[in-house]
């Protein structure tokens, strides 16, 4: 079956329990090649700041929309 539309596709990472300082200061070390070749390759910020309070299953819909949830 092939794909007759173009259709823009998104792989969303959240990574759990980490700063952005810290991922990227990782990355910068060479510690994750893979995530920096993610990164370079992709969209990506360095400056994520975590709705509050920082539950992970209810800042997903944050995440997505773009819009504070309100819990």
């Not at 990227?24 to 920096?36: D, E, F, H, T």
Request: aromatic residues 10%.
């Amino acid at each position: 079956m092939s794909r007759t539309a173009k259709v823009n596709q998104i792989i969303l990472i959240v990574i759990d329990d980490v700063r952005a300082s810290h991922l990227y200061g990782w990355i910068n070390q060479g510690k994750l090649p893979n995530m920096a070749e993610l990164a370079k390759n992709g969209i990506s910020c360095q400056n994520c700041i975590t709705t509050f309070p920082s539950i992970t299953f209810p800042c997903y819909c944050n995440i997505i929309t773009g819009a504070y949830s309100g819990y």
